[in-house]
């Protein structure tokens, strides 16, 4: 038993040290676009560059007139916004068109659709029927809940022109009301980072790729020569596959960090947070029940090892687990930083380990006796996801 603890221990130990190491050394080269240097006029030799807002939206009425009314006060001037209500049963599409009426003065076009066509996720198709009524060098692809800062744009392009980039990703700042929240996305956070190095995916090198539904911005040229959302228009994590396309591609992608420039309440509670997840992980996993089972057994191991270790191992044994702990809350005290996450939620990592692994075995055992995703109301058949995986 005290070789397995010694052995166990060392690889727990190696993870996670060797991660926070590399995320030490390289988060400081990940650019902070709300710092004064990136305060400034995009100006191109062709002038402002035109960028296009697209919006898609089902059953948002909670959210989107204050999106859109946010977006219509941005601090630039060569902008629009299609928004599109996409099969909506509540107001979402009359609240657009009042929007659009009230207070766009013609910078708001708004997309009604009624029908989904076959081969198609909801989400996808609206994306890509906006942009082919788009007129921008840039398409910014967001969500609509995320609450944007009048200088978010401005900043947005003047680093993606001046840095010269293809795919720039603007991490949210997360609004985070109950201490459920708080624990899951702390969690979240940690896997993260253990799992991506977002200082990498600029490098042409790296296989690391990343993309966020909150704020996707890509280039005009870009978005046509990787296929447009035609290519993605099976793909349930469509936001993360816009980033491997385009890194595949050999585009230049970055991810650059914004305080509150934007902003999103992503669930509430726990428990929507577990809903919103349960179409996912499946899917990250490519449907594949074996991968399922073999990743709860890793993140057990992973994030629990080094909490049991610690306890049942004896004498010197413990120092390796010890490290592993140590190491995973210097990741929370390096989050605390960047969110309303403080550094004792890592007391709680074991717990939200847990529900972690619930919410992968859920988002099997839902997508396997309902032979496909419910999403939004729309149920659409596990055979296509599968032939439409990137």
């Not at 601090?75 to 049963?89: F, L, P, Q």
């Not at 396309?245 to 960090?257: D, N, W």
């Not at 007391?347 to 972690?356: A, G, K, M, V």
């Amino acid at each position: 038993m005290g070789y397995f603890h010694w052995i166990a221990g060392t690889i727990l130990a190696l993870a996670w040290f060797s991660r926070i190491v590399d995320a030490a050394l390289g988060m400081p080269s990940v650019a902070d676009i709300a710092r004064p240097e990136w305060d400034r006029n995009p100006v191109t030799p062709q002038g402002e560059p035109r960028v296009s807002i697209i919006v898609p939206a089902r059953n948002e009425e909670e959210h989107i007139r204050e999106t859109l009314t946010r977006l219509l006060a941005l601090e630039y001037s060569n902008y629009e916004i299609v928004a599109v209500n996409d099969r909506s049963t509540d107001r979402t599409g009359v609240l657009m068109e009042e929007v659009a009426a009230a207070q766009a003065h013609g910078r708001l076009k708004v997309i009604q659709i009624k029908d989904l066509p076959n081969g198609w996720l909801g989400k996808t198709h609206a994306m890509w029927m906006a942009s082919q009524q788009t007129t921008g060098a840039w398409l910014l692809f967001t969500d609509a809940d995320v609450l944007f800062k009048p200088d978010t744009l401005r900043r947005a392009i003047g680093y993606g022109e001046s840095s010269r980039t293809d795919h720039l990703i603007l991490f949210p700042r997360m609004i985070m009301r109950r201490p459920g929240e708080r624990m899951m996305m702390a969690f979240f956070l940690t896997l993260f980072i253990f799992g991506h190095r977002i200082w990498k995916v600029c490098d042409p090198k790296a296989r690391d790729y990343i993309g966020v539904g909150a704020f996707n911005l890509v280039r005009r040229s870009v978005y046509d020569a990787v296929g447009t959302y035609r290519a993605l228009r099976m793909e349930i994590l469509d936001d993360m596959k816009l980033g491997k396309i385009v890194k595949a591609a050999g585009f230049v992608q970055r991810g650059v960090f914004g305080e509150d420039l934007i902003s999103l309440r992503w669930a509430k509670g726990v428990f929507g947070i577990v809903d919103n997840l349960t179409k996912n992980f499946f899917a990250l996993l490519s449907f594949q029940w074996w991968r399922t089972l073999g990743s709860i057994f890793a993140v057990a191991f992973l994030n629990l090892g080094p909490f049991f270790g610690v306890w049942l191992a004896h004498g010197w044994a413990r120092a390796p687990y010890a490290v592993a702990l140590v190491s995973i809350f210097l990741i929370y005290c390096g989050m605390s930083s960047r969110s309303a996450v403080r550094p004792y939620y890592f007391l709680l990592h074991s717990i939200s380990t847990s529900l972690f692994m619930y919410i992968l075995l859920r988002s099997m055992l839902h997508t396997l006796w309902n032979d496909g995703v419910v999403w939004r109301g729309t149920r659409y058949p596990l055979e296509e996801l599968r032939k439409g995986l990137v």
